[in-house]
């Protein structure tokens, strides 16, 4: 039935003339690496001021593959028809035969772009009409049944029934790139979204704590990462860094303060890969008072540790919030396995670290020696 899908954008639109081309373009170019995606062989992809559409015979697997496209506002597979009252009339019976009843109630919604000899009051009243009196049923434009789209752009109309909602935000890679501290967790996947959607390209940086960890926790964070790089039209490479030396280091000179100056090891590792590969930040799964180590007072201790801006999404979220997410986009199932805890937890973790206390653990214990280390056996692919 449907031969094409209509696809708004809504942040692009409110760009200046020269911004807006290229964010759209590079949507453009983003819906075609997802068409591709989902191995969809034959599709053109154009556009027009405020509209892109996808024309394919495959519309399923094109809707499905629109799902993952950052900077889309919503999308509607529909039919495309001749700018003719009797070609509206004519369809508008074909999409909703079997749909609308006697006993129903229905709305006509219309809206136009262009230069015409009607209006889209005009479209509403003669449709609405119409179609009242070939199905019997009742108009109803605050709370119908059934609503029947139509949307006149130049010269073509598009009908349809039912408006997708997208990602929203801009398309990935408008504004440059970030590191993701990434552990497959429930939160560290959904904060990385977040930054993806305000147009961040992300790379996950998996901290490998070896023997402190499970082996079910690298399992996880690749399985994750691979569910997280289906939203990405760019190849999107786990850099792993060795933690272990580190951890034991820390695990055996440290005791309550072990989480501090673990999470502060880590932002410098992000930080520094992040300076090697040009990005821009470091992006983290934290909101406050979620665990022992992100309170404010903590937060405040792990933000002493590095230059580079920490962005921090989920600040504000709590767990059903971020677990709402990760379900919405297809990762909670792996996110939330069971892989154990890190097995240098201490048994009592300082809720109110001291700054000055932990820089001169840092100091005693050389930690920044071996970060050296890992640093140097780090393998960074082309990100």
């Not at 942040?11 to 983003?30: C, D, F, T």
């Not at 030396?245 to 501090?260: D, G």
Request: glycine fraction near 6%.
């Amino acid at each position: 039935m449907w031969n094409l899908i209509l696809v708004r954008y809504g942040e692009i639109g409110l760009k200046s003339e020269p911004v807006r081309g290229q964010m759209a373009n590079r949507l453009l170019s983003h819906i075609r690496s997802s068409l591709k995606e989902e191995d969809i062989k034959e599709f053109n992809v154009t556009k027009t001021p405020g509209r892109v559409y996808v024309e394919t015979d495959e519309i399923q697997e094109a809707l499905r593959a629109l799902g993952y496209v950052f900077g889309i506002r919503s999308f509607s597979p529909c039919i495309k028809v001749d700018i003719d009252f009797s070609e509206f009339r004519r369809y508008s019976t074909q999409l909703l035969e079997g749909r609308l009843s006697s006993e129903e109630t229905f709305a006509i919604s219309a809206r136009r772009a262009g230069e015409h000899p009607f209006t889209s009051k005009d479209i509403e009243e003669k449709l609405g009409d119409y179609v009242r009196k070939e199905f019997g049923a009742s108009v109803d434009l605050d709370n119908p049944d059934h609503t029947l789209f139509v949307e006149v752009r130049d010269d073509n109309a598009y009908l349809f029934l039912k408006k997708i909602e997208g990602l929203h935000g801009l398309p990935i890679g408008s504004q440059g790139k970030v590191v993701s501290l990434f552990s497959g967790g429930i939160d560290s996947p959904v904060a990385s979204t977040r930054l993806m959607k305000r147009g961040c390209r992300v790379i996950p940086v998996y901290m490998d704590k070896g023997r402190f960890d499970s082996g079910e926790m690298k399992k996880r964070t690749v399985e994750v990462k691979e569910r997280l790089s289906r939203y990405s039209p760019y190849k999107m490479n786990l850099i792993e860094v060795d933690f272990e030396e580190i951890m034991q280091v820390i695990s055996e000179n440290v005791f309550r303060l072990t989480c501090i100056l673990c999470k502060r090891s880590f932002y410098r590792l992000a930080e520094a890969v992040a300076e090697k590969i040009d990005a821009k930040g470091v992006v983290t799964g934290e909101s406050i008072g979620q665990v022992a180590s992100q309170t404010l007072d903590n937060l405040y201790v792990l933000n002493e540790a590095v230059d580079l801006p920490v962005f921090r999404p989920l600040i504000g979220f709590d767990k059903i919030e971020s677990e709402s997410i990760s379900r919405e986009l297809g990762f909670y199932e792996a996110s939330s396995r069971n892989v154990g805890e890190c097995r240098a937890l201490p048994n009592k973790v300082s809720t109110s670290a001291d700054l000055k206390e932990v820089k001169e653990l840092e100091d005693k214990i050389q930690i920044k020696k071996y970060e050296k280390k890992a640093l140097e056996k780090t393998n960074l692919r082309k990100n």
